[in-house]
């Protein structure tokens, strides 16, 4: 369901960062995986605003190394 509302988000995220404002995502398991790779591609995509750009997992850095998620972050 999250995928299917990104085409939406885009927009909302490069019209706050480029109004200098911050985008915090937060998630849980699967979705928690998915919020860090989304911060990491507004990163990639506004590189002076990276400090703008929040994202957090329940569980932190070994949630998104688990060997049983299904989610490819490549």
Do not use: W, Y
Request: hydrophobic share 40%; charged share 20%.
């Amino acid at each position: 369901v999250f995928m299917t509302h990104l085409s939406t988000l885009v927009p909302l995220f490069t019209q706050s960062l480029k109004a200098n404002g911050r985008i915090f995502v937060l998630g849980s398991e699967t979705s928690g995986r998915i919020a860090i790779r989304l911060v990491q591609k507004c990163k990639e995509a506004f590189p002076e605003k990276k400090d703008h750009v929040i994202g957090s997992i329940t569980g932190g850095i070994s949630s998104m190394l688990r060997k049983n998620s299904t989610l490819d972050l490549r």
